[in-house]
């Protein structure tokens, strides 16, 4: 059986469950990268034109923003600097989920952390207004605002946990006929994966075209894959099999007919170096895209 956490909403960063959150801030880590990478041009128009950073600050501004949101959750997608990478726009749904918000849909982005997709998308034209996100940290929101120099906008955040019990965000249940959630479903293990899809299914509008896209660690090697990554923190990285058989299991149970489409970017998303990392392998972006009857 999985464990049941059992804790309301919103809550402190420091009530969280530390069996789901890595804690371990110190930059002498295989998830911390100290050199700023390169920046690619839509990544670098993003801070420039939405940020309004000046570019010759833009360096310092991303390296003081990055320490802060380390500090907060030190995990592998702020220390690696993988925000930077705007991976939501390498799905072709991304031009999609712009203009079906631009007529008024609603699109929620299931653990945002800082909430570099939810800022691509307005950057690209969708309305702030019918942008939504929500992380387990509510100090990402914080961090996320500091870094992209918005502290008043429109989008909407909230904290929630995914596996709390009664579901989470019921002012939402219903209300998103899109869903992005991207590095969110490989943190669970599969008896908390179960919980997590029902949870987006729940939030999900019911009607014809809702859609579900994003990325999540998979793998390619072998069988999907049981792993630990932190103590006492279960993941499964699924195989492009698994995750379409997962996901038709779940739209069933839910009487929901759906088709389910998988790709993997054979260039690893990232590579764990350093002691204990040997086990893992490189982690393969699995882009997915769940669309419904």
């Not at 309301?8 to 969280?16: C, G, K």
């Not at 069933?252 to 086990?279: H, N, Y």
Request: glycine share 6%; net charge negative; with cysteine.
């Amino acid at each position: 059986m999985a464990e049941e956490p059992n804790f309301a909403s919103p809550t402190p960063t420091e009530s969280l469950p530390a069996h789901r959150l890595p804690t371990d801030k110190d930059t002498n880590s295989p998830f911390w990268t100290a050199k700023l990478p390169p920046l690619e041009e839509h990544t670098k128009k993003l801070f420039i034109e939405y940020a309004k950073i000046p570019e010759d600050k833009l360096q310092e501004h991303l390296e003081e923003a990055r320490k802060k949101a380390w500090n907060d959750c030190p995990y592998p997608c702020i220390g690696l600097w993988l925000f930077l990478k705007l991976q939501l726009r390498n799905n072709k749904e991304f031009d999609e989920a712009v203009q079906r918000t631009q007529q008024g849909e609603k699109l929620l982005d299931f653990g945002c952390a800082i909430g570099q997709d939810l800022r691509s998308l307005a950057h690209a034209g969708s309305p702030p207004t019918s942008l939504h996100g929500t992380d387990l940290v509510p100090s990402f929101f914080s961090a996320g605002h500091s870094l992209f120099n918005d502290p008043s906008t429109p989008i909407t955040f909230l904290q929630a946990n995914a596996l709390s019990s009664p579901p989470p965000l019921p002012e939402w249940h219903g209300q998103f006929s899109i869903i992005t959630a991207n590095y969110v479903q490989h943190c669970f293990g599969i008896e908390d994966q179960e919980k997590f899809a029902t949870l987006l299914l729940t939030l999900l509008s019911g009607k014809p075209n809702d859609l579900i896209f994003g990325r999540t660690a998979g793998t390619t090697e072998g069988e999907a894959r049981r792993e630990e990554m932190h103590k006492g923190q279960r993941l499964y990285r699924h195989t492009e099999r698994s995750f379409v058989e997962f996901w038709t299991r779940m739209a069933d149970a839910r009487g929901r007919r759906m088709s389910v489409e998988t790709w993997v970017d054979e260039v690893p998303a990232f590579e764990l170096k350093g002691e204990g990392m040997e086990r893992f392998e490189p982690v393969k972006n699995l882009m997915y895209s769940i669309r419904f009857e």
